[in-house]
């Protein structure tokens, strides 16, 4: 079982930057492939990014590329820079225990309970 808990969220203007972070407990989280989402009320969750287990290998929405940045060391980072109103939304850390690295995945077991971001014009 793993517990994932997201951190670092909060209210900036456009063209500020952002980073959140992902602690995981209850595994071994070296072995886990990553990923950040976002969703806003009325809409699907969005996959926005996810990294590798070994952080060697990371996929980004098209709608974030040359934005934000991905990494990982203890924890899961997302730094997000140049924000835009569009961002908005509550960002969910999720994981799923892999060692493929092949491409971005969409499914995953464990989901943190999600930290608002709100990008204002």
């Known amino acids: 079982q793993v517990q994932l808990v997201e951190s670092g969220g909060g209210l900036v203007q456009a063209g500020a930057s952002l980073r959140l972070s992902c602690t995981a407990s209850?595994?071994?989280?070296?072995?886990?492939?990553m990923g950040w989402f976002r969703q806003v009320p009325g809409k699907e969750r969005e996959f926005v990014a996810s990294?590798?287990?070994?952080?060697g290998a990371v996929w980004y929405s098209d709608s974030v590329k040359g934005r934000f940045t991905i990494s990982r060391d203890g924890a899961v980072y997302l730094q997000m820079n140049s924000l835009k109103p569009e961002d908005t939304g509550v960002y969910y850390c999720?994981?799923?225990?892999?060692?493929?690295?092949?491409?971005?995945?969409?499914?995953?077991?464990?989901w943190g309970q999600g930290t608002q971001v709100t990008v204002s014009s």
């Open positions: 999720a994981a799923v225990e892999t060692y493929f690295s092949g491409g971005p995945l969409y499914e995953y077991t464990y």
């Open positions: 209850g595994s071994a989280f070296s072995s886990y492939y």
């Open positions: 990294i590798s287990w070994s952080g």
